[in-house]
Every structure is written in C-alpha cells, then in structure tokens.
C-alpha cells in the first residue's frame, strides 16, 4: 500500500483536494449565502468534481512514472517503484481505470449542468497528462508550461462548474451590494489560478535543475540542459518578479478597501517568502540545494492556498 501511496504523490493530491475544498468552501459557499443563487456545487456534486480531478491527476503521476523509469533510476535510484515494488502493467491498467472514473464523475456534475462539452476540461487534462509523460516532458520549456497549466486549471475548473459564477465575469474587481462588499469571487478565483500556474512553472524549472543528469542522459531538452543552470535561475527570478508585481497590486488595493488582515498575510506570508526564496535560489548549483528549493517553493504555494482561509474569516467579521 506504501508503494501505490507513494506512486500517486498522495501528498500532492491533499494539496489538490485542500486547495479545491478551500476554494469551494471560501469563495463559491459564500456566493449562495449572500445571493441565495441556487448552487450546482452542492456538496455532492463538489466532491464528484473534486474525486474527479484528484484521481486524474493521480493517473498523470501514474503514467509520468510509466515512462520516467530510466530517468528515475539516474536521478533518484532509490525512489523508483515500478518494477521494484509495482509491475508496470498493474500500474498501466490503474491509470487506465483512474482516467474512466474521473471522467464519469466530471460527466455526471456536468450532465446536470446540461453542459456536457464541460467535460471537455477533464478530457484534455488526461491527453495533456499523457503526452506531457511521452513527449512535451522532454522537450524545452513545454512540458513545465503544460504542469502549470493544469495546477491552474484544478481551480478554473470551479469557475466552469459553477453557474452562479458566471454573471460576475464582466464584473468589477470589488463588487459591493447592500448584502456584501467583497473582491469579485471570479476575480480572485482567476487570480489563484494564476499563482498556481506561476508558482508551478518556477518549481518545474528547478525541478528540471534537480533532475539535470538524468534527462541529460535521456536526451531531454529542458530549459537547464539548453540555457545551462545559472541562466535557468536568472529567469526563474524574473517570473518571481512577475508574480511579486500583481500581488504587491492587490494588496494595496485590499489595504485600500480596509482588507487589512488580508493585505497582511498576503505582504509577509507569500510577497516576502518569495523575495527571499528568489535569493535562496541562486546560494548553490547542486542537486541537494535545489530539492530544497523545490520543496520550499511548494510550502509558499499552501501559503498562497491558506490566504482563502484569512479571506474567509474577513469576509465575514
């Protein structure tokens, strides 16, 4: 059980699941409190939609490890399952079942919504899956886009599913009514898309940094093996700047608005973490060091992902 745990990265999952519950619990939930628009998230169909993106990703990291084991066995022998703990066909198959279930369930909400070319978002999530594990993955640049793009989509995807979002697309940044005054839900939704998807660009560049010998050896084209490291690190900077820019911008407006708690957390808790990680970053060149700027990188983004609680709790006092 060990072994399949850790072929799924059931710790990447939680973060999946954590990240969609807050967002679902923070951001839709209150929608339907202050407008009493009748919800096609309800807790039931959420946790469908949730089951579903959790268990396709699982079948990414399934198929990831499929075609990895070379490369695996260069950059971290120690860590390889298939074929020492699991039979890749056994692993095949579970991919196989884990891409049907997911979009049965994505199905089923959708179907509801009468929307079933909703669906369409989970089936390009499992062919973007697929061939990010057999060919973008090694190619330059696309496969890090590619990841970042589905960790962003794992939100966005509560923006389709959700109607009683739709009207506030056209929307101002702060909607304020004689029931609420709050940021635009789509708004900030789209805003944590876009922290997911550029946080995640950055940790795959350093992961690409982490695993420079064995995608080397594979003949991979990644972004450390054609620029080499130190130019990798000088633009994994610049899209820290890219990310520090807009959320120094909204956390004067939050301060602005009187959001003080949030523009807070927001200022130490993420803008501050991510300066400091930028400088941490360039410290060494090795394997190690950039493991734990992978790691780091990821504790920044549960922190972005925590913010949604102090929002809440703002919300509403």
């Excluded at 399934?62 to 703990?85: H, S």
């Excluded at 669906?119 to 496969?143: D, I, P």
């Excluded at 190690?288 to 990821?298: C, G, I, Q, R, V």
């Amino acid at each position: 059980m060990n072994a399949w745990l850790r072929l799924i990265r059931w710790n990447n999952l939680l973060i999946i699941l954590l990240t969609q519950l807050l967002a679902w619990v923070c951001v839709v939930l209150p929608v339907w409190y202050y407008t009493h628009v009748p919800l096609l998230l309800t807790p039931v169909n959420f946790a469908c939609l949730c089951l579903s993106t959790i268990l396709i990703a699982a079948a990414g990291y399934i198929i990831n490890d499929y075609f990895d084991i070379r490369i695996d066995a260069i950059n971290r022998p120690e860590k390889v399952i298939l074929e020492t703990a699991i039979p890749r066909r056994m692993a095949i198959m579970l991919h196989s079942i884990l891409n049907v279930v997911g979009l049965l369930l994505a199905g089923y909400v959708a179907r509801q919504a009468h929307h079933l070319d909703w669906l369409a978002l989970q089936a390009t999530c499992t062919l973007l899956l697929w061939f990010y594990s057999t060919h973008f993955k090694r190619q330059f640049m696309t496969g890090n886009l590619v990841v970042a793009l589905l960790t962003s989509l794992t939100i966005a995807a509560l923006m389709l599913y959700e109607p009683a979002l739709h009207p506030y697309y056209t929307q101002r940044y702060f909607i304020h009514t004689p029931a609420f005054s709050a940021p635009n839900p789509v708004w900030l939704l789209g805003f944590y898309a876009f922290f997911a998807f550029m946080l995640t660009w950055m940790r795959e560049i350093v992961k690409d940094m982490e695993d420079f010998k064995g995608d080397e050896a594979e003949g991979c084209v990644t972004m450390p093996i054609r620029w080499g490291l130190q130019r990798s690190v000088q633009f994994t900077q610049i899209l820290c700047a890219v990310v520090v820019a807009p959320l120094a911008l909204v956390t004067i407006k939050l301060l602005l608005a009187g959001w003080l708690l949030l523009s807070a957390y927001t200022f130490f808790a993420i803008i501050i973490p991510v300066g400091i990680w930028s400088l941490f970053l360039q410290q060494q060149a090795t394997s190690t060091h950039y493991h734990k700027a992978s790691f780091w990188l990821k504790m920044i983004m549960v922190m972005g992902v925590g913010s949604l609680i102090i929002y809440l709790l703002q919300a509403h006092a």
